[in-house]
């Protein structure tokens, strides 16, 4: 063996032993002081600012909202339109309400508006109906970002066993107002700040009557042209205790497709060649939820299961899903299913329905904190790489070679290649790139890893990881 090809596998071997999540190159760069300067950069930014804005995420506020929201009686999407304290109607004006009030922190970068639509009748809307989704908007300030949109979302619709019936006590304390709690308080602890990217705060209705409110907001969004790159849909994130009685309060359920529902043939052909069934962009959103979890909120175990939802269940994120944007959903580790669509009663000294007294609100706090980190780390951190390649024709076929476009957005300081065990989850390897827009990891084959691109801003915020396509080498 040659010098040089030894030491460029002892290089390989150096760089493929080191882990390196976002968590992993934190413990790297500060336990080197001697390169700290180079590495800077590289560094996992857990920014002073970020700590404050979680540690305002408030339990008893997000207690009050859920209170508040249970106190409607009903929020039946087919309930009361106009009384002013029982139903759908008087909850969406009091929402509005909440993020009015909100949106006066935040120095005229956030509109509020009610985006009211008619659904034409459905199998379990027997008439036309006015639905309203209530949806606060913080504009991003950075002109080459603020058409980039995050959307965190909860519904504020509930429902009692009868899906039918709008007339029955639905309190919808854990489902939904707990993820409507969610958005709100993301919304009054984000609020006061300047964020680079467009922050939507949502209140979806519709849900239980089949997702309607979240696809008039994909769809509109759509025509609209939104480039949202980031859904986290809350739903029921305020139970600790299950059906089962196993309890838990440090874990968070994040759900994600592998393979994108807006997939079209081609694309489906090329991933039955070259794999990649776990990394659509909603798996990726997935894994940049659960790095920023490891560097802001370490006692929250995020469980990535990768699913589109629970088994054969759905949410509010499959809309989007199937509009191409990137989704996810967030939900307690364990159910509680004599609590979730069920007429409030008591039955041989049980008690039914979804009562707020059984919403744990120190438990809804630290999810938020984990949704709060997320977006403005999202809303900070340069826009994932596009049209991201890895070239088939490289000269070099024992080694990997990526191009990508360059990032437009002005505090880029470079990229990240990163790369796993085909079977990993989470991504374990990476190498930096300055300034340019193609890399080539030495002496890893592309036939037995998986690679991504991200994009690394000048304080070190990470983009979520584009996967590649198979490309012809550019030029
Ligand atoms: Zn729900």
Redesign the pocket.
Known sequence: MSTTRLRSVLAHLAVATVTTGMLASLTMSTSSSEDDEASTSQRPHRDREVVRMLRAVDADNMRRIVDELAGFGTRHTLSAQHDPDRGVGAAADWLTEEFEQIAETAEARMTVEQQTFTQQPTDRVPEPTEITNVVATLHGTDPAAANRMYVIG??YDSRCTDVMDAECDAP?AN??AS?VAGAVEAARVLAPYEHDATIVFAGFSG??QGLLGAYHFAENAVEQGYDIQGVLNN??IGNTVGGNGRSDDGTIRVFSEGVPSDETEEEADTRRSVGGEMDGRSRQLSRFIAEVGQIYTPDLNVWEIARRDRFGRG??QTPFLEEGFPAVRLTEPHENYEQ?HQDVREEDGMIYGDLPRFVDEQYMARVNELNVATLVTLARAPSTPDNVGLVTNAEDAYSTTLQWDANPAADVAGYEVVWRDTMATRWTNSERVADATSHTVQDVSKDNYMFGVRAVDVDGNRSPVAYPEPQRARQ
């Open positions: 909860g519904h919808g489902d939904d993820g849900e239980e739903d029921m949410g509010d979730q």
